[in-house]
């Protein structure tokens, strides 16, 4: 049973607006099921693997979003990846994983 929203007498107190309905609450069952986090560097780090690649290898493997690419760099400001060549078509860049190195 709903309440009048406002009562126009001249008697009455100011307006007041009313929650019509009720509060949702979540279950176990109703609540939205969410995916588990992935760890992206770990599967940059895998599409690599020992040999050198292109930024495109891995992006193919991992998925092309500007996250990947960013977690590339900051792989490579971390020195756990290396990066060699010049960039153009004739000379790509080169990615590869140094050896013995850790992530925190």
Do not use: H, W
């Amino acid at each position: 049973m709903t309440k009048p929203i406002c009562d126009t007498s001249p008697s009455s107190a100011p307006c007041s607006v009313d929650i019509v309905g009720k509060k949702r609450v979540r279950t176990a069952d109703t609540a939205p099921q969410r995916a588990p986090k992935k760890n992206r560097q770990d599967d940059v780090i895998k599409a690599m693997g020992d040999k050198p690649c292109t930024e495109r290898t891995i992006l193919e493997a991992v998925g092309d979003n500007r996250y990947t690419r960013e977690i590339l760099r900051r792989l490579m400001a971390l020195s756990v990846v290396t990066r060699v060549g010049k960039g153009g078509s004739n000379d790509p860049f080169l990615y590869r994983v140094v050896k013995g190195a850790c992530i925190e």
